[in-house]
């Protein structure tokens, strides 16, 4: 029973193109959505979050669009570059301390 | 001057071993957490550690056992390895009770023969 769901486990995207990753939840609760970036042999690092308060959150090529009525997360990048190529986690925060996180998007960004 | 560092990056071990990983953050941080990085790649919490104390004991095999010294520190002890412990733990932190983003150490790959 996965709190949290990206259904594309991989995604290939020209350069210079709008990169669209997508996460899916179950529990209308959760508050707090977040998205990690993931290179091999590397932890996940903390790319960009939102609030349910929220429908969009922007940092540079980066956008969060947050639909809660439908329990949907995207993750847009534009324009995409070929060091974006890694693993796209989605994750969600419930009670400030439970961390729930998808199964991971691989991205690959072709020059 | 890593902020999570996870020690170590590799271990290879025999079923029926004890082994422990060690988890250090210098951020500050109150909370800090063990995650298992399974074959499916999902990343499941293991625990969480809020100033020293447990506050999420996920299903977890008792052989499984955190600790933590301090709150800078958090250690994962596992007895008795068994195969479907072979998967990627990674830990994190972060400051807890605010909305705020964890930082993950790079993971230590564990892999039972």
């Known amino acids: 029973d996965q709190q949290v769901k990206q259904n594309s486990p991989s995604l290939s995207v020209q350069e210079g193109r709008i990169s669209i990753l997508n996460c899916d939840y179950t529990?209308?609760?959760?508050?707090?959505f977040l998205w990690y970036k993931k290179y091999p042999a590397e932890g996940p690092t903390f790319l960009i979050s939102?609030?349910?308060?929220?429908d969009k959150n922007e940092d540079g090529r980066f956008t969060v669009f947050l639909n809660k009525s439908a329990k949907h997360l995207s993750l847009h990048i534009v324009p995409s570059q070929p060091g974006d190529s890694a693993v796209y986690f989605c994750a969600v925060l419930y009670n400030f301390n439970k961390f729930y996180f998808g199964s991971g998007t691989k991205l690959n960004v072709k020059p | 001057d890593t902020a999570v560092s996870q020690t170590p990056k590799y271990l290879v071990t025999q079923m029926g071993n004890d082994k422990s990983i060690k988890c250090e953050q210098n951020?500050?941080?109150?909370?800090m957490y063990w995650y298992k990085q399974d074959s499916k790649k999902f990343l499941k919490i293991m625990f969480s550690?809020?100033?020293?104390?447990?506050?999420i004991n996920e299903t977890v095999p008792n052989r499984f056992s955190p600790k933590s010294p301090d709150k800078a520190h958090l250690n994962l002890h596992i007895n008795s390895l068994e195969l479907g412990d072979s998967a990627v733990y990674f830990c994190?932190?972060?400051?807890?009770?605010?909305?705020?983003?964890?930082?993950f150490g790079d993971g230590t790959r564990l892999s039972i023969l």
């Open positions: 951020l500050g941080h109150d909370t």
């Open positions: 550690y809020n100033n020293k104390e447990l506050i």
């Open positions: 939102i609030s349910s308060i929220k």
């Open positions: 994190a932190s972060s400051q807890g009770a605010q909305n705020q983003p964890q930082h």
């Open positions: 529990n209308s609760m959760f508050d707090y």
